[in-house]
């Protein structure tokens, strides 16, 4: 197979990786938070699609939007029980729940759905376009589509609204923005919310194109998307995109020239070349340090 | 009365050492005592070794977490390298070497230095960066040391050792035999870690962080912690005091591999992956930052917490993250704190009129 | 400062409480047997680890399940009454160490093993010092038998399964250039591998390429596949569970490739996970010892129950554990285990010599007997998916 073949399927895993890294880096962005739940929240998603979509045989946008409201809630409710309370505690014990948070998630859905994995139906056809021995998965094609959406709607949201400026106002300086007559509070909790129905997508898609389905499917898709986020420069949304196919390309890369082996390896490998060279990753801005 | 007032004049850091060397000493009496006395559960028997491994892991993070002040999410990466050349070391030394408690000092030793050797390494490129980005690749080389660990074959062949990446390659004669197996690790280990290894590592390692704390350098990394900026206009050298720190840090969690391994009859890499490294972050963050006493009771804490929960059957681990949860709420809730610094700030002020009160 | 004493008085309080709790014998059966038999009847308190959460759960839950129905059964028949304690590993042979302990502290008489092959070496290695009597369903790796007289496998051999594999495709002229895909994290997947190389390259067969993957990337196998294919391997050999075959079989499906794929025991359960288009499997050969499609009325009973009571249909492992309580009784009834004059070394010694001469037939082979190794003799099945349900070739 081609070089460019490989740097299709390259693309094609990156795009997932893509689009569970738009979720980490808004809530990061925004709540200076690392929500290491997040792939857990994907997971929930992708279980909710598969009942509603393949168990009880719904439309699949219906079962979309359902997977999104379970996740939004899902969201909300987290952000008011573990995380709110936690506001002026040091980063470090955020971090702590929201991996307690993690463990919760996946051992109530191993309660719930058993460990048994469920294969996912796709709601797009397992099918390929083919360009003239390129060969593109439609999964692909969507996939990335709903990224570039996903990261204009949410750039303009962040841009022109009022509540994205009120949630640029509050990534900046809480305080300040506190004095602005800012609600830091509600902001940062529909910056949850938002984040969360994003996971809802993203469980989708990531089961769309590898279609096992078990308690754990969010958990190591969740640190990747985490190393493509920080890669593109953490709290950037473009720069999400950017990393998240960055690094799906150089994985795939890795285990087409180098070893399947240690294609892990390689990854980080680039991942720690590219932070030394660039310290805010590959779009991330340079916080001005103050003195 | 001498000695009383000798505790009464020194310091409350100092006090507070006293007490944490104390408070383990004591535990270690009561559990030894209780061990030779066969009154121990085999469940409490078979957790005081990898308790042990775990405070002096905690203990070893919380001098980059708390007094370094940077988060590190790679830290199982160097007690697996402590891990394996530990293990491999007192499997080698199997058949010419009886005493099996040189071979654990042995083998504890190599385990230490070779942790020291990466994380000097790594500590090189990592150490200039910050924050969050300092965390990542942290966390980059704890799996990077994990994929590479994974796949080494070692094996010693008549008074040779062989080694091999990826395959095994190592062509051993019929006498040889094979230490590491990539994947399946090193097997057929022999269990020669003891508690009272445990327990002096724990004791080694308290008395490095106080006097590393309480040195030059302690003081110069934690002004470097506390302002960045203000300490590099002074002069210190942050990079150097950094470095020798995260030395001295993956070097006690290589001794804690080292200990941890030769305590199972059988030890693999992908044991060594990031859920170890949070587990151990867990205790820290648990037990305070910068706390020694602190991240010793919630290493041993959280390490028994799991076990105690089987009479929960399913509901084990969906306890475990509820308890997580609720400690990190609890701990920080704000109307506790207050209701805690009120009480303190009542006993600083009847203590302060005592005082004032006796020197009159 | 007062809160860090806060802290550290708050832990301690936790500590003494976990440790009360340790000791307080908190580890109650999972399933109690039925009381009110009658008065002096023997019963054997069976321990067993196993991932029953975490990633590999599915495992652990499929042995635990099976293993219940057959604990059921066999209490519901009046004669040895079984009680049996499952405790989690969570496949890590650090906690796989903790659950045997607390099996210990609970009083077992003799264990159904581990689930899983790097716990299981721990245990093995403890209940063979400990003299406790200890039989496997499904660890293969040979390093949980080796040099240990009381410690069986229900399952095959790693080697037996990469070196059966080999040879198999070798008699049968499957394929002539092979390509393998493993697990190189794995120590299942590695030990069958390294078996089916050497075997492989004894028989001379070509391998013409191998690809591997880790946890950390079980998830996109578009590389290995398309390596496989440029390298024109027209068999690929995967020695791996069923969740990652199942997504290597789809994604091999979307590019249009399809050569012969060769699965070994753990395999099996691939046609039977929910939502799972079994017309991706048709033509995968798989060494198995069990079939849920299976028409012994021995089999039809177990998947009966095993459907009205978990919802699902069993897999190996499942039936694996269904054995392994059957070989026990029958071992234990023939040898007059007594655990109220034996203690559990002498149980041992005596469930050894049974087991080493006995012939057991159960869901996963007929008359199985078990060597002084402690591997079992029965006959890998190699069946063909065909429509859906596997054929025997």
């Given at each position: 197979?081609?070089?460019?073949?490989?740097?299709?399927?390259?693309?094609?895993?990156?795009?997932?990786?893509?689009?569970?890294?738009?979720?980490?880096?808004?809530?990061?962005?925004?709540?200076?938070?690392?929500?290491?739940?997040?792939?857990?929240?994907?997971?929930?998603?992708?279980?909710?699609?598969?009942?509603?979509?393949?168990?009880?045989?719904?439309?699949?946008?219906?079962?979309?939007?359902?997977?999104?409201?379970?996740?939004?809630?899902?969201?909300?409710?987290?952000?008011?029980?573990?995380?709110?309370?936690?506001?002026?505690?040091?980063?470090?014990?955020?971090?702590?729940?929201?991996?307690?948070?993690?463990?919760?998630?996946?051992?109530?859905?191993?309660?719930?759905?058993?460990?048994?994995?469920?294969?996912?139906?796709?709601?797009?056809?397992?099918?390929?376009?083919?360009?003239?021995?390129?060969?593109?998965?439609?999964?692909?094609?969507?996939?990335?589509?709903?990224?570039?959406?996903?990261?204009?709607?949410?750039?303009?949201?962040?841009?022109?609204?009022?509540?994205?400026?009120?949630?640029?106002?509050?990534?900046?300086?809480?305080?300040?923005?506190?004095?602005?007559?800012?609600?830091?509070?509600?902001?940062?909790?529909?910056?949850?919310?938002?984040?969360?129905?994003?996971?809802?997508?993203?469980?989708?898609?990531?089961?769309?194109?590898?279609?096992?389905?078990?308690?754990?499917?969010?958990?190591?898709?969740?640190?990747?998307?985490?190393?493509?986020?920080?890669?593109?420069?953490?709290?950037?949304?473009?720069?999400?995109?950017?990393?998240?196919?960055?690094?799906?390309?150089?994985?795939?890369?890795?285990?087409?020239?180098?070893?399947?082996?240690?294609?892990?390896?390689?990854?980080?490998?680039?991942?720690?070349?590219?932070?030394?060279?660039?310290?805010?990753?590959?779009?991330?801005?340079?916080?001005?340090?103050?003195? | 009365?001498?000695?009383?007032?000798?505790?009464?004049?020194?310091?409350?850091?100092?006090?507070?050492?006293?007490?944490?060397?104390?408070?383990?000493?004591?535990?270690?009496?009561?559990?030894?005592?209780?061990?030779?006395?066969?009154?121990?559960?085999?469940?409490?028997?078979?957790?005081?070794?990898?308790?042990?491994?775990?405070?002096?892991?905690?203990?070893?993070?919380?001098?980059?977490?708390?007094?370094?002040?940077?988060?590190?999410?790679?830290?199982?990466?160097?007690?697996?390298?402590?891990?394996?050349?530990?293990?491999?070391?007192?499997?080698?030394?199997?058949?010419?070497?009886?005493?099996?408690?040189?071979?654990?000092?042995?083998?504890?030793?190599?385990?230490?230095?070779?942790?020291?050797?990466?994380?000097?390494?790594?500590?090189?490129?990592?150490?200039?960066?910050?924050?969050?980005?300092?965390?990542?690749?942290?966390?980059?080389?704890?799996?990077?040391?994990?994929?590479?660990?994974?796949?080494?074959?070692?094996?010693?062949?008549?008074?040779?050792?062989?080694?091999?990446?990826?395959?095994?390659?190592?062509?051993?004669?019929?006498?040889?035999?094979?230490?590491?197996?990539?994947?399946?690790?090193?097997?057929?280990?022999?269990?020669?870690?003891?508690?009272?290894?445990?327990?002096?590592?724990?004791?080694?390692?308290?008395?490095?962080?106080?006097?590393?704390?309480?040195?030059?350098?302690?003081?110069?990394?934690?002004?470097?912690?506390?302002?960045?900026?203000?300490?590099?206009?002074?002069?210190?050298?942050?990079?150097?005091?950094?470095?020798?720190?995260?030395?001295?840090?993956?070097?006690?969690?290589?001794?804690?591999?080292?200990?941890?391994?030769?305590?199972?009859?059988?030890?693999?890499?992908?044991?060594?992956?990031?859920?170890?490294?949070?587990?151990?972050?867990?205790?820290?963050?648990?037990?305070?930052?910068?706390?020694?006493?602190?991240?010793?009771?919630?290493?041993?804490?959280?390490?028994?917490?799991?076990?105690?929960?089987?009479?929960?059957?399913?509901?084990?681990?969906?306890?475990?993250?509820?308890?997580?949860?609720?400690?990190?709420?609890?701990?920080?809730?704000?109307?506790?704190?207050?209701?805690?610094?009120?009480?303190?700030?009542?006993?600083?002020?009847?203590?302060?009129?005592?005082?004032?009160?006796?020197?009159? | 400062?007062?809160?860090?004493?806060?802290?550290?008085?708050?832990?301690?309080?936790?500590?003494?409480?976990?440790?009360?709790?340790?000791?307080?014998?908190?580890?109650?059966?999972?399933?109690?047997?039925?009381?009110?038999?009658?008065?002096?009847?023997?019963?054997?308190?069976?321990?067993?680890?196993?991932?029953?959460?975490?990633?590999?759960?599915?495992?652990?839950?499929?042995?635990?399940?099976?293993?219940?129905?057959?604990?059921?059964?066999?209490?519901?028949?009046?004669?040895?009454?079984?009680?049996?304690?499952?405790?989690?590993?969570?496949?890590?042979?650090?906690?796989?160490?903790?659950?045997?302990?607390?099996?210990?502290?609970?009083?077992?008489?003799?264990?159904?093993?581990?689930?899983?092959?790097?716990?299981?070496?721990?245990?093995?290695?403890?209940?063979?010092?400990?003299?406790?009597?200890?039989l496997?369903?499904?660890?293969?790796?040979?390093?949980?038998?080796?040099?240990?007289?009381?410690?069986f496998q229900m399952?095959?051999?790693?080697?037996?399964?990469?070196?059966?594999?080999?040879?198999?495709?070798?008699?049968?002229?499957?394929?002539?250039?092979?390509?393998?895909?493993?697990?190189?994290?794995?120590?299942?997947?590695?030990?069958?591998?390294?078996?089916?190389?050497?075997?492989?390259?004894?028989?001379?067969?070509?391998?013409?390429?191998?690809?591997?993957?880790?946890?950390?990337?079980?998830?996109?196998?578009?590389?290995?596949?398309?390596?496989?294919?440029?390298?024109?391997?027209?068999?690929?050999?995967?020695?791996?569970?069923?969740?990652?075959?199942?997504?290597?079989?789809?994604?091999?499906?979307?590019?249009?490739?399809?050569?012969?794929?060769?699965?070994?025991?753990?395999?099996?359960?691939?046609?039977?996970?929910?939502?799972?288009?079994?017309?991706?499997?048709?033509?995968?050969?798989?060494?198995?010892?069990?079939?849920?499609?299976?028409?012994?009325?021995?089999?039809?009973?177990?998947?009966?129950?095993?459907?009205?009571?978990?919802?699902?249909?069993?897999?190996?492992?499942?039936?694996?554990?269904?054995?392994?309580?059957?070989a026990?009784?029958?071992?234990?009834?023939?040898?007059?285990?007594?655990?109220?004059?034996?203690?559990?070394?002498?149980?041992?010694?005596?469930?050894v010599?049974?087991f080493t001469s006995m012939?057991f037939?159960?869901?996963?082979?007929?008359?199985m007997t078990w060597g002084k190794d402690g591997t079992v003799s029965?006959?890998?099945?190699?069946?063909?998916?065909?429509?859906?349900?596997?054929?025997?070739?």
């Open positions: 197979m081609s070089f460019l073949n490989y740097l299709v399927s390259g693309l094609s895993l990156g795009s997932v990786y893509a689009i569970i890294a738009l979720g980490y880096t808004m809530v990061y962005g925004i709540a200076k938070m690392l929500n290491f739940a997040h792939g857990d929240v994907i997971m929930v998603g992708a279980y909710v699609c598969f009942f509603a979509f393949t168990r009880y045989g719904l439309n699949p946008f219906i079962s979309v939007i359902l997977a999104m409201l379970v996740c939004t809630c899902l969201g909300i409710v987290i952000e008011k029980l573990a995380y709110k309370p936690l506001r002026a505690a040091p980063s470090l014990a955020v971090l702590i729940t929201a991996i307690g948070v993690s463990y919760l998630l996946q051992n109530l859905a191993l309660l719930f759905w058993s460990s048994n994995p469920k294969v996912f139906n796709s709601i797009i056809p397992n099918k390929s376009l083919d360009l003239g021995g390129l060969t593109v998965s439609y999964i692909t094609l969507f996939t990335i589509a709903v990224c570039i959406v996903i990261m204009i709607v949410l750039t303009t949201f962040i841009n022109k609204t009022k509540l994205g400026k009120a949630m640029r106002a509050v990534s900046e300086d809480k305080g300040a923005a506190q004095l602005m007559g800012i609600d830091v509070n509600t902001t940062i909790s529909v910056t949850f919310a938002i984040g969360s129905g994003l996971a809802a997508i993203a469980g989708v898609l990531l089961c769309s194109a590898y279609p096992n389905l078990t308690p754990t499917t969010g958990s190591m898709p969740g640190i990747k998307a985490f190393t493509a986020a920080v890669f593109g420069g953490i709290g950037s949304i473009p720069g999400a995109f950017l990393g998240g196919l960055m690094l799906g390309v150089i994985e795939n890369l890795a285990k087409a020239y180098i070893s399947t082996q240690i294609s892990d390896a390689i990854v980080f490998g680039v991942l720690i070349i590219v932070l030394l060279v660039k310290p805010a990753g590959l779009l991330g801005k340079r916080a001005q340090e103050k003195v | 009365m001498r000695a009383m007032n000798k505790l009464k004049g020194l310091n409350r850091t100092a006090r507070k050492n006293y007490l944490t060397y104390a408070l383990v000493i004591a535990a270690y009496i009561i559990l030894e005592a209780m061990m030779r006395g066969g009154g121990m559960k085999a469940a409490t028997k078979g957790m005081l070794v990898p308790i042990c491994a775990y405070i002096v892991m905690a203990l070893s993070l919380n001098l980059t977490v708390g007094v370094m002040g940077e988060l590190s999410l790679g830290h199982a990466g160097f007690m697996s390298v402590g891990a394996f050349c530990g293990t491999a070391a007192t499997m080698c030394l199997r058949d010419s070497m009886p005493s099996a408690g040189l071979r654990l000092f042995i083998g504890i030793v190599i385990g230490a230095v070779a942790a020291a050797i990466i994380g000097f390494l790594i500590g090189i490129p990592v150490l200039r960066l910050r924050g969050d980005y300092l965390a990542i690749v942290t966390l980059a080389f704890g799996e990077i040391i994990k994929s590479l660990v994974g796949n080494v074959y070692m094996g010693i062949d008549q008074g040779h050792l062989k080694f091999s990446m990826f395959t095994n390659e190592l062509n051993m004669s019929p006498e040889g035999k094979i230490i590491i197996e990539g994947a399946m690790g090193i097997r057929s280990i022999p269990k020669i870690a003891t508690f009272t290894a445990g327990f002096i590592l724990i004791m080694i390692s308290l008395v490095v962080i106080f006097h590393m704390v309480g040195s030059r350098t302690g003081r110069a990394i934690m002004a470097i912690r506390d302002n960045y900026i203000a300490a590099e206009s002074i002069g210190i050298p942050a990079f150097k005091y950094k470095i020798t720190a995260f030395t001295i840090s993956a070097a006690m969690a290589g001794a804690a591999g080292a200990l941890f391994g030769n305590n199972y009859s059988s030890l693999i890499a992908s044991k060594f992956n990031i859920d170890t490294s949070i587990l151990v972050l867990v205790f820290v963050v648990l037990g305070g930052q910068g706390n020694m006493l602190g991240s010793i009771i919630a290493a041993a804490a959280l390490t028994i917490l799991p076990e105690a929960l089987r009479g929960f059957a399913d509901y084990r681990m969906l306890m475990y993250a509820v308890i997580l949860i609720a400690v990190m709420l609890i701990s920080n809730n704000a109307k506790i704190k207050d209701i805690l610094k009120n009480i303190a700030e009542k006993r600083t002020a009847k203590q302060l009129a005592k005082g004032g009160a006796s020197d009159e | 400062m007062n809160m860090k004493k806060f802290f550290a008085i708050f832990l301690a309080a936790m500590m003494i409480f976990s440790l009360a709790a340790c000791s307080g014998g908190s580890t109650e059966p999972a399933q109690p047997a039925d009381g009110g038999e009658s008065e002096g009847a023997v019963t054997i308190k069976i321990g067993a680890t196993g991932p029953l959460t975490g990633g590999a759960a599915i495992y652990g839950q499929a042995v635990k399940n099976g293993a219940e129905i057959a604990v059921e059964e066999v209490n519901a028949m009046g004669g040895i009454q079984f009680e049996f304690n499952m405790q989690d590993d969570t496949h890590d042979p650090e906690k796989a160490e903790n659950a045997y302990n607390a099996l210990v502290d609970w009083g077992m008489d003799m264990m159904m093993g581990t689930v899983t092959s790097a716990p299981a070496e721990v245990t093995s290695a403890d209940a063979y010092a400990d003299r406790y009597f200890f496997t369903p499904s660890a293969s790796s040979t390093n949980v038998i080796d040099g240990k007289d009381n410690v399952c095959f051999t790693d080697p037996n399964q990469g070196t059966g594999s080999a040879t198999y495709i070798s008699e049968k002229n499957l394929g002539s250039k092979i390509a393998i895909i493993w697990k190189n994290d794995d120590s299942y997947s590695t030990g069958i591998r390294n078996t089916f190389v050497e075997q492989a390259a004894a028989l001379g067969l070509e391998i013409v390429t191998e690809e591997t993957f880790t946890e950390a990337t079980k998830t996109d196998f578009s590389v290995q596949i398309s390596k496989c294919q440029e390298a024109g391997a027209d068999l690929v050999f995967l020695p791996m569970y069923y969740e990652p075959a199942s997504l290597i079989l789809n994604q091999a499906n979307a590019v249009g490739y399809a050569p012969t794929w060769f699965g070994v025991d753990g395999m099996d359960g691939i046609l039977t996970m929910e939502g799972f288009d079994t017309s991706l499997a048709e033509g995968v050969i798989v060494l198995t010892p069990y079939s849920a499609d299976d028409s012994s009325a021995l089999n039809q009973n177990f998947v009966k129950k095993y459907q009205d009571k978990f919802g699902e249909v069993p897999n190996q492992f499942a039936a694996d554990g269904y054995d392994c309580i059957y026990m009784y029958k071992a234990a009834t023939e040898a007059g285990i007594d655990p109220a004059s034996m203690d559990h070394s002498a149980i041992c010694d005596a469930m010599a049974k012939t037939d159960g869901l996963t082979g007929a008359s029965k006959l890998p099945n190699a069946v063909v998916i065909q429509n859906g349900v596997y054929v025997g070739m």
